[in-house]
């Protein structure tokens, strides 16, 4: 299974973006290089994607900037320790994999059955399953 974690999921950034820009151009280029500086900071932050692939022994950890993989981490059901499933904000779920290394990838924002289907690999290889009382609720 694979999913894609936005970083933005609404179109609030495009429109700053857009504001910028207009005040750049506006005021003229050599007089607002901030709103330029601002522009190009908040296009690398919308140009930026997370994906989480979960296959049939590994989940693995993709992180691309104008969708060149720039990270890539990948961890397989040997090195997993335990899977904690917390609760994030209102209705939202998250997890923490604890490695055996001791690096913890934190996996949130993403789409629904997502944790679902990692609860499930954890389940399949028999992985230690922690869970929150608030995350039951949900």
Do not use: C
């Amino acid at each position: 299974m694979s999913s894609r974690i936005s970083l933005f999921s609404s179109g609030i950034i495009p429109t700053i973006i857009f504001i910028f820009l207009f005040k750049a151009v506006q005021e003229g280029i050599g007089d607002s290089t901030g709103y330029l500086f601002a522009s190009f900071i908040l296009l690398l932050l919308f140009a930026w994607r997370s994906s989480l692939t979960i296959e049939e022994d590994t989940v693995t950890r993709h992180i691309s900037l104008l969708n060149k993989d720039i990270h890539q981490r990948r961890v397989s059901s040997e090195e997993i320790r335990e899977i904690k499933f917390r609760r994030a904000g209102w209705m939202r779920k998250r997890s923490i994999i604890v490695t055996s290394e001791g690096r913890n990838m934190h996996i949130g924002q993403a789409e629904d059955g997502v944790m679902e289907y990692l609860e499930s690999f954890a389940k399949r290889h028999e992985i230690p399953r922690d869970y929150a009382k608030e995350y039951k609720w949900l």
